[in-house]
């Protein structure tokens, strides 16, 4: 067959394929509200619930606490607008695996898809496993916290693992679940609240000091790991119907709704209980509910909180493996993760995230995971946005059907506020910075060999149905 020949059955063999790729996601994508549940479910998890004790030690100021998750969220909806132009513009799934591999160099997005599939996903998973087995089991303590975390992870990873209806109604019901929760909670506490608690939400002096001292930037470390999961729609923009038009907005509104849930809960938090009692405290709902309600409601409060973790959890399990997928359909050796049932779900990838997941849980400390995680991810987002600028001048004609509004201004904010952040983790927590730069270097590794035993094959040919 000649040169000329070749080339035309190859082209009419690639619009056979993109036809019937086109059909099968008209058939069986996820719809944006769906993609809108993941991102507020990956968001609004353990870092909202735990992270305000750890906060208190070192800020004892409500202005100043409020002031650091308004930041926290700033930063979170920069992230957003960089990473919705860049899902517009090279949409796939796999998040920041597909952006860093096209932007810079395959190596860059391997070792983003190895950071998100053992640090970004596998471990909050974990985390929030965690916190719903502590809160469930402190209400009923004959149950024991690791198995009940155990078995939510489990029972997750099977429903995740059937179709694209299933999977996505399954997200959705949940996260408004958690959304009716947290207002229902709200409101009830301000309304009933008999503590007698005086909060002053007015700002006094040396306030400005504190938003410019080391704790303020260390306080970011929890907080941008309770906003972590903005970014989660990009991982499945590869099934999202019109992933261009839809993705932005995904992505911007979601992050929007959880900030302002965010600062009402916080502001909740600290109207209802003297701060003194939450200081160094895990539990912070728990402690909240305590004061607002009695005994009674905080029994509640723990029951609800754990209801609110499920769909969390479930979020992750279903947003996570798309990562691997995407590794598994570029590297031969990694093949398996990319092997899909007839609805088009990576079972497989799946499962390896769950094991991972699982492996945390039974191996690892809440303190440790919560830390040294969250300064890999934000790591990770931080070379993404960067990464922003560099596909712009690399290639300023790409179509681009979403631009970032007042462009340089919010990914440079995202950067400033996470580099801050990064350097004092590195100065104030040494060890976890030590684990994080393992986890990276680990995946160069992996990279190296995946490349010496893989053959590398074109991005976005999925393999057949299993």
């Known amino acids: 067959m000649s040169r000329r020949c070749q080339e035309k059955t190859s082209a009419l063999q690639k619009l056979a394929c993109n036809a019937r790729d086109a059909q099968h996601y008209a058939v069986s994508s996820f719809k944006p509200s769906v993609a809108a549940a993941i991102v507020i479910a990956n968001m609004i998890g353990t870092g909202v619930f735990t992270s305000l004790g750890f906060q208190l030690v070192e800020i004892q100021s409500a202005p100043v606490l409020l002031a650091l998750w308004a930041v926290g969220g700033l930063a979170a909806l920069c992230g ?57 089991s402190a209400v009923f303590p004959a149950l024991s916290p690791l198995w009940l975390a155990t078995g939510l992870i489990i029972v997750l990873t099977v429903a995740h693992s059937t179709s694209h209806r299933g999977s996505g109604g399954t997200q959705r019901w949940l996260t408004w679940l958690k959304i009716l929760l947290i207002l229902g909670f709200s409101v009830l506490a301000l309304l009933f609240n008999d503590s007698g608690q005086q909060t002053a939400f007015v700002p006094a002096a040396g306030d400005g000091a504190l938003l410019f001292s080391g704790a303020f930037a260390v306080s970011l470390i929890y907080v941008n790991y309770a906003y972590s999961g903005w970014n989660a729609a990009t991982y499945i923009s590869g099934e999202l119907e019109r992933p261009q038009r839809n993705l932005p907005t995904v992505l911007i509104a979601s992050t929007s709704v959880v900030c302002l849930a965010y600062l009402l809960l916080n502001f909740v938090f600290l109207a209802v209980a003297p701060m003194e009692a939450m200081v160094g405290r895990v539990e912070v709902g728990y402690v909240a509910a305590g004061y607002a309600f009695g005994d009674a409601g905080a029994a509640i409060m723990g029951i609800l909180l754990a209801l609110l973790l499920v769909s969390t959890v479930s979020a992750m399990i279903l947003a996570g493996p798309r990562v691997l997928q995407s590794i598994g359909e570029d590297f031969a050796v990694f093949r398996p993760l990319a092997r899909v049932n007839g609805d088009g779900i990576p079972v497989t990838a799946i499962v390896v995230q769950a094991t991972v997941a699982l492996a945390f849980l039974w191996t690892a400390s809440f303190d440790r995971i919560l ?34 509004v007042l462009y340089p201004l919010p990914p440079l904010i995202f950067l400033a506020i996470t580099g801050w952040t990064l350097l004092y983790i590195v100065l104030q927590r040494p060890a976890e910075a030590l684990i994080s730069a393992g986890i990276v270097a680990s995946g160069a590794l992996f990279y190296w060999l995946s490349a010496t035993l893989s053959r590398r094959v074109p991005s976005g040919e999925p393999p057949a149905p299993a």
């Open 80 to 136: 957003a607008m960089s990473y919705a132009e860049l899902g517009a513009a090279l949409p796939r799934s796999g998040g920041e695996y597909n952006f860093l591999s096209r932007i810079f160099h395959p190596a860059a997005g391997f070792i983003s898809g190895w950071v998100s599939a053992t640090v970004g996903f596998a471990a909050p998973t974990a985390l929030a496993a965690m916190t719903f087995g502590s809160y469930l």
């Open 371 to 404: 830390v040294f995680s969250g300064a890999t991810m934000a790591l990770n987002t931080f070379f993404t946005v960067l990464g922003l600028f560099v596909l712009r001048w690399r290639q300023p004609a790409l179509p681009r059907p979403f631009r970032v």
